[in-house]
């Protein structure tokens, strides 16, 4: 019995390293030099996040791959090519994490891979004011504050803000702001600002000014807005979105901040982007405002994202209401020095649009 016990033994044994010696297989291995590129369409120096159509074409390069899996916006795909596209479809400007995977006889690799893409929505105009009745401006949409405010606004600033005519009035289908050089309530200066306060607030939307500045050492109009709940937390917690702010010492130039509690006063969160014949022409001033990020564009053209990795209410209070703002300002911390030339300078405003 034992003899025979080793020689079926024997006989498998040879029989195997017959087989392996006369039928060799080569041992699979698995997929290497995993990688992905994205394409953006409409992709440019103005629009690094693509044209506002969604549209990606992706093209995935791997050694020894037979099929791919990509797991995008919780959709998987399954592939046998290397290049898809895909269209995104989520409105705004958002980051997107996708994970790749190559696969052949052996298994599969993966990685990781992240990119943001912007996607032009259709919104529906809720809110707009024409300027087209002469006269004063629309109370049913228009407050004012007055006064100087505590320090000049809390800026130093050194007008004395009216609701008058002479620095507020609707003519010719535009609202123009006039900032004037005159003593009046023991200020050397007064202007206007003009806002939507308990009469229009809103959370979400995109906003269009079409406006012509005003130009002039020490002039600095805005274009805002600010939280609603203002009253009850206060500056900076509410919230500012800032869309749009010139500096008549600084001509060519225009700016957009954010101010939070996690960034107030000298923000760190703002951009400069130049632009041309600002005071002789009319553009237009925009904000498109998510759940995720804030986006200002100049003549429809983007230039500054606002979106922090973590949101909280120190980073993010742009959840709530919020109301909007227009107004010139005379010196003050970013005004600076005003022009002792200086008489008088105009903010024409064509219109504001509001979109959700």
């Not at 939307?205 to 079409?210: A, I, K, L, N, Y």
Request: glycine residues 8%.
């Amino acid at each position: 019995m034992k003899n025979l016990i080793f020689t079926l033994i024997t006989f498998l044994t040879l029989s195997l390293h017959s087989c392996s010696s006369e039928n060799q297989v080569e041992e699979a291995v698995l997929p290497t030099n995993l990688s992905i590129s994205a394409a953006k369409v409409g992709a440019d120096g103005n629009n690094p996040n693509g044209d506002g159509s969604g549209v990606v074409n992706f093209t995935i390069s791997a050694t020894n791959a037979t099929s791919y899996k990509v797991l995008i916006n919780n959709e998987t795909l399954e592939l046998s090519q290397n290049t898809f596209s895909y269209t995104f479809t989520q409105g705004g400007t958002n980051d997107y994490d996708i994970l790749v995977a190559a696969y052949n006889s052996a298994g599969n690799i993966s990685v990781n891979y992240s990119l943001t893409v912007y996607v032009k929505t259709e919104l529906k105009l809720i809110w707009q004011d024409e300027f087209d009745a002469n006269g004063a401006p629309n109370s049913s949409k228009w407050g004012y504050n007055t006064g100087t405010g505590n320090n000049g606004w809390g800026n130093n600033e050194s007008q004395y803000y009216t609701d008058r005519l002479d620095n507020a009035i609707v003519e010719n289908g535009v609202l123009k702001i006039m900032a004037k050089k005159e003593n009046y309530q023991g200020s050397e200066y007064t202007s206007a600002r003009l806002l939507t306060a308990g009469k229009f607030e809103f959370t979400y939307g995109r906003v269009d000014v079409r406006a012509k500045l005003p130009a002039g050492g020490g002039v600095w109009p805005a274009i805002w807005m600010l939280g609603a709940n203002f009253g009850s937390v206060g500056w900076p917690a509410c919230g500012e979105i800032d869309i749009m702010e010139y500096v008549g010492n600084n001509p060519g130039n225009i700016s957009s901040a954010l101010h939070t509690t996690s960034s107030s006063g000298n923000t760190v969160n703002h951009k400069v982007t130049s632009i041309t014949n600002e005071t002789t022409e009319f553009h237009i001033y925009s904000a498109i405002w998510t759940e995720n990020s804030i986006t200002f564009l100049l003549d429809d053209v983007e230039y500054y994202t606002y979106n922090p990795s973590v949101k909280n209410d120190a980073t993010w209070p742009f959840y709530n209401n919020q109301f909007l703002i227009l107004n010139i300002a005379m010196g003050g911390n970013l005004g600076g020095t005003i022009d002792p030339n200086f008489s008088t300078s105009t903010m024409e405003i064509d219109y504001v649009r509001v979109y959700q």
